[in-house]
């Protein structure tokens, strides 16, 4: 009995070849949209002139608006891995600018990049989990600008810093804590 050898340019055969296209494409920019960030770095440099009185000395350079003068640090805290796979360092500072508001600096950022990352105020001091990260409330910054740099984030007026101890970067897409800053009171 012969074998049958099945064409690619029969009828089936072609519904075979359309079918793995119709299913194979979206997998595959789904697979890039996922693994992508991993091997990407996005940097971000953001300049924040901190100007003790109203004027810079002479040959400083000139803050780039005028609530930047003045500018107190209120929380600062340093960033921690999350675990062995999702890292992240340096420094997250919520300062209060002259005219009142609230802004969030990142400095020498650093932590693995993913799909659908966000910056959280979290209530809870330290999370390490999804839920710990929203019970005791939260608050979305935005998408993170990049991973990797200097960084800003306004903070809305009506928030109270002080009900937020932590700032987390959070992948929302998959609920997971990528790195935490526990927030203390600024020594400035």
Known sequence: MAFARRSWKSPRGRLLRGAAVAVGAPLLVLAWWLGSPLFLDKTVDEEFHIVASGAPAAGEPQPANDAMVGATPVLAGVFRDADSFHKGSGTATVYRLADGSHLLRLEDFDVTNGPDLFVYLSGHADPMSSSEVTNLGFFNLGDLKGNLGNQNYPIR????????????????????????????????
């Open 157 to 188: 007026d009506d928030l109270s810093v002080a009900d937020y101890r932590s700032i987390v970067i959070y992948c929302r897409q998959f609920s997971i804590v990528f790195a935490v800053a526990p927030l203390h009171p600024s020594g400035a």
